[in-house]
Nanobody, 129 residues
Framework: QVQLVESGGGLVQPGGSLRLSCAASGFTLDYYAIGWFRQAPGKEREGVSCISSSDGSTYYADSVKGRFTISRDNAKNTVYLQMNSLKPEDTAVYYC??????????????????????WGQGTQVTVSS
């Protein structure tokens, strides 16, 4: 059974940091592009960051560029999102998602157009003082 499980969310003060993890089971991430998406209350889901498997290329939304870093450890079948300098507007449910690398033209397209095949259940991130 294909499954993506996120962890690492929580409550953090503005300026703080969190690291989200996305662990895959039932399939290997070696051949999948992975993305982190988020959805805040009353807003549409948006692509935050995506990473390719084939060449390691990455994409970041302008709102998180310079603050968030996506990385992957294929040996652990896990992808991470390091979030620094968090702002209240980063508050959202964060989801990881996967798509076969061969079907992903660019990671920017994956993130912007939400071109994914599998979703995790999400993890809440709340940035508040």
């Amino acid at each position: 059974q294909v499954q993506l499980v996120e962890s690492g969310g929580g409550l953090v003060q503005p300026g703080g940091s969190l690291r989200l993890s996305c662990a895959a089971s039932g399939f290997t991430l070696d051949y999948y592009a992975i993305g982190w998406f988020r959805q805040a209350p009353g807003k549409e889901r948006e692509g935050v960051s995506c990473i390719s498997s084939s060449d390691g290329s990455t994409y970041y939304a302008d709102s998180v560029k310079g603050r968030f870093t996506i990385s992957r450890d294929n040996a652990k079948n896990t992808v991470y999102l390091q979030m620094n300098s968090l702002k209240p507007e980063d508050t959202a449910v964060y989801y990881c998602a996967a798509a076969p690398d061969r079907l992903v033209a660019t990671v920017q397209a994956m993130c912007v157009m939400t071109l994914v095949n599998y979703w995790g259940q999400g993890t809440q991130v709340t940035v508040s003082s």
